[in-house]
């Protein structure tokens, strides 16, 4: 798993929280088998595999409006080549929280985190 994290580890700032590393330089246990299938794949594979999907995303016209854009101008989607492993403790508690938004937006009437974030605004809960 050595080659793979040593090129990561050269990229990566060294003051800043790491989702796939600990402080230590090892990966977190949920980050494990993703490393494992990358070492495996090989700098060069993994390379051309996310050269390939931007061809692919380019030549598809993925993009994306920026909310309020006055120009409405479409963005290339800036996609990583290294997928968020997300653990399933801390999974349970994204989960957690999503629901508890979704019965107040629930009880509140609301649809979305905008209509959300506008009441909050008006009401000066923010």
Not at 12 to 37: F, H, I, M, V
Not at 41 to 47: A, K, Q
Not at 94 to 108: F, P
């Amino acid at each position: 798993m050595e080659a793979w994290l040593a090129a990561y580890r050269q990229k990566l700032p060294t003051d800043c929280y790491d989702d796939l590393l600990e402080a230590s330089g090892s990966p977190r246990p949920s980050w494990q088998k993703l490393c494992q299938a990358f070492e495996s794949l090989g700098l060069g594979e993994i390379r051309r595999r996310w050269d390939q999907a931007k061809l692919l995303l380019r030549d598809h016209g993925v993009s994306y409006d920026a909310y309020g854009d006055p120009q409405g101008v479409a963005r290339p989607w800036n996609l990583s080549p290294i997928p968020v492993v997300v653990g399933s403790d801390e999974w349970a508690r994204v989960a957690k929280g999503l629901s508890q938004r979704a019965r107040l937006l629930d009880k509140m009437g609301m649809a979305t985190n905008a209509e959300l974030t506008r009441y909050a605004i008006q009401n000066g809960l923010v």
